[in-house]
RNA sequence: GUGGCUAUGGUGUAGUGGUAACACAGCAGAUUGUGGUUCUGUUAUCGAGGGUUCAAUUCCCUCUAGUCACCCCA
């Protein structure tokens, strides 16, 4: 056995919970960011691109100490300078964080910002969950109206639906720091006398964090959950007016949703609406999507001024899952106007600078140049699902002419070598025009 | 972090205590100027390490990875 072999196999490869995004796949991943890009920008949403490194304070402080996210499972390393920092576990202390130290609340507010990019958490990896994983988000930072938070929540459903998926919006409030500990008391009061009937980890979770024991999956404390106090009706008046306001507005904007007393986001710093976008599989199970939240004290927190601000998150993989689950139709993928195959080595040598003129001339075009034989430049050209193949030979070149193939038809013409541009695009414009050839061709995933 | 299951070429799968079969894809050729056909050849020391055995890809153990459930989350 070969040792390089062996090196091979054991140390050069993917490590743990990484994935790699192959260019078979890319098209989904451009169709998704596309459809993201397009709806920030009807929507107002300027994109925001910060580092993937921050000190680890920042998301000690933003997304709480106490999380498991920040926790357990945040790369943190100290760099060569001896600064403590993290890779983002996720994308908001980051916006937040440029918010601030650019002086945005000097803009026109709301600040509307998205972001698309790699986030990293060491969680065990799963179906659907890997340690570098991607999220797109959306931030509206300097404003409380609830409108706000509606219209985010509208766009959320919009951007998931216009991807073709079936999904709901699940809804709470959790109130805000006037609210929420009497809601506390009350809870940690009904479940006093019942703590013989909870498990383990709910035990634990009443004096930890008394609203995780609401979305427990054990039966005995979901029965238990189902007759629990709930958040929506221990809401302080702003708070209540604020989420009866808000689900007004999703009722104007026919946006489906369900009341869920349940979503309780894992991180620190929501405060009142929160949601989530769910999605049923096969087997009736709902999986999320992503979430989102008011976090109106997350800025002064961070060291900026009282600011309200709300967002989501939603997980790339996850939806990129579901639309092969869901075999969505995607648009058309990349598709060459012309092929340009060679014959002889005088031809090769012209390729390269017909090949830069056709481009030029604004045509889509491809090649495989290294290749010899027509047969397989055509067979090439054919996969490529290229509309046209240039023929350019010893005899072309001879003459001062060139050969075009149509794909579709097997048809060929000879044209001036001159003028070949100007008659691509004229059989291109003369397709176009074709009614039977304008059925959109589609590709499945 | 805890527990269950799995691991065969690039991909998807057969199979056996005596070193592997098929399909697709890839490459080369039949055909040095014609594709979405055909034919031929070629592509794996059966995840890694150790043990039992005359012999292990097959049985056992460990590790690693994947996967599912829990936890948590996107």
Redesign the pocket.
């Known amino acids: ?2 040792p390089k ?2 090196t091979a ?2 140390s050069i490869r ?1 490590v ?2 990484m994935k790699d995004i192959l260019p078979t796949e890319q098209h989904i991943w451009d169709f998704v960011r596309s459809r993201v890009e397009s709806v920030a920008r009807d929507y107002g949403f300027m994109r925001i691109d910060t580092p993937i490194v921050e000190f680890t304070q920042l998301f000690k402080k933003a997304t709480g100490e106490e ?3 920040v926790s357990k499972e945040m790369y943190s390393f100290v760099d060569q300078s001896g600064d403590r920092l993290s890779l983002r576990p ?1 994308g908001t202390p980051g916006v937040i964080r440029a918010y601030i130290e650019h002086g945005m609340l000097n803009q026109p507010q709301p600040v509307k910002m998205f972001y698309i990019g790699p986030q990293f ?1 060491h ?9 570098q ?1 991607w ?1 797109f988000g959306f931030e509206a930072v300097g404003d409380a109206d609830p409108i706000v938070d509606a219209q985010i929540i509208a766009m959320n459903y919009n951007i998931l639906r216009d991807l073709g998926l079936d999904i709901e919006v699940q809804i709470n409030s959790i109130g805000d720091k006037h609210c929420r500990p009497k809601y506390f008391k009350a809870l940690t009061q009904y479940y006093k006398n019942k703590k013989k009937d909870l498990c383990v ?1 709910c035990t634990k ?1 009443l004096l930890k964090n008394p609203l ?1 024991l609401l ?4 039966k005995g404390c979901q029965e238990l959950a189902e007759e629990a106090p709930q958040m929506v009706d221990y809401l302080c008046e702003d708070c209540n007016k604020h989420f009866t306001t808000v689900l007004e507005y999703l009722d104007e904007a026919e946006v489906k949703y369900n009341l869920n007393p349940k979503i309780v ?3 620190d710093y929501y405060t009142r609406t929160t949601w ?1 976008i769910v999605e049923s599989n096969q087997d009736g199970k709902l999986q ?4 989102g939240g008011r976090y109106d004290e997350l800025v002064k927190l961070l060291g900026g001024r009282e600011t309200p601000a709300i967002g989501f ?3 790339m ?2 939806i990129i899952n579901k639309i092969k689950e869901k075999e969505v139709v995607l648009p058309e993928v990349w598709r060459p106007d012309v092929y340009l195959a060679q ?1 002889g080595i005088e031809a090769r040598r012209k390729s390269l600078k017909l090949f830069m003129d056709l481009r030029q001339g604004g045509l889509t075009v491809s090649e495989d140049f290294s290749k ?5 430049q ?2 090439l ?3 490529k699902n290229a509309r046209y193949v240039l ?1 350019l ?4 070149l001879v003459d001062g002419t060139i ?1 075009i ?1 149509d ?2 038809s ?1 048809v ?1 013409e000879t044209v001036d070598h001159k003028k070949v541009v100007k008659e691509v695009h004229k059989r291109l414009a003369s397709k176009m025009n074709d009614k039977s050839l304008k059925i959109k061709t589609t590709k499945k995933v």
């Open positions: 056995m070969s072999k062996k196999k054991t993917l743990k919970g999380t498991d996210i996720e958490r969680d065990k990896p799963q179906a659907g969950r890997y340690r994983f999220q980890d979770r995780r979305d427990c999956k054990v986001r894992g991180l989530e999320a999507l992503g979430g998150a939603m997980g993989e996850r014959l010899n034989g027509l047969k397989d055509l067979e050209a054919n996969k023929i030979g010893q005899k072309e050969l193939r794909m579709e097997g060929q």
